[in-house]
């Protein structure tokens, strides 16, 4: 019998491969600020692997990686999980800087505070829907841009 997967209030069952938007905060736009975590749950149980980059935003090279790596044929024979978070500083990606807004390096912050920075913030909701759910994970770092 499987152990259940749930990330923010969604059950992923075995067999499945889901894309989920976990809610970060709100642009100047008004224009949500989600976190990507793409999840493909195996038929049988295994490790649970979480996969991530750009930490920093101006770290890019492991986008393309996990990129890759979803696509990869082998998938389908996965057994276990993998959660694969493409850009988990996703303001730094989209200015082009190692930073979120708040000019603290995201790296530093873990396990972060439900209700501190925006950097806190999202090391808290890392750590708890992603990190605390694996036996297993990868960061990504190259130099940067």
Do not use: W
Request: charged share 20%; with cysteine.
């Amino acid at each position: 019998m499987s152990e259940p997967l749930v990330i923010q209030r969604r059950n992923v069952v075995p067999g499945s491969r889901v894309t989920l938007e976990l809610p970060l905060a709100q642009l100047y736009t008004h224009t949500p600020l989600t976190l990507p975590v793409h999840i493909v749950r195996g038929r049988t149980d295994g490790p649970r692997l979480f996969v991530c980059a750009a930490i920093h935003g101006d770290e890019l090279n492991g986008v393309e990686i996990i990129r890759r790596l979803l696509r990869h044929s082998s998938i389908r024979r996965l057994r276990g999980t993998l959660l694969a978070i493409p850009i988990v500083n996703v303001y730094g990606v989209i200015q082009h800087t190692r930073y979120l807004p708040d000019r603290r390096d995201l790296n530093r912050a873990f396990p972060g505070q439900g209700g501190g920075s925006l950097t806190a913030r999202l090391a808290h909701l890392f750590m708890n829907e992603i990190v605390e759910k694996c036996t297993h994970g990868i960061d990504l770092h190259t130099g940067a841009i």
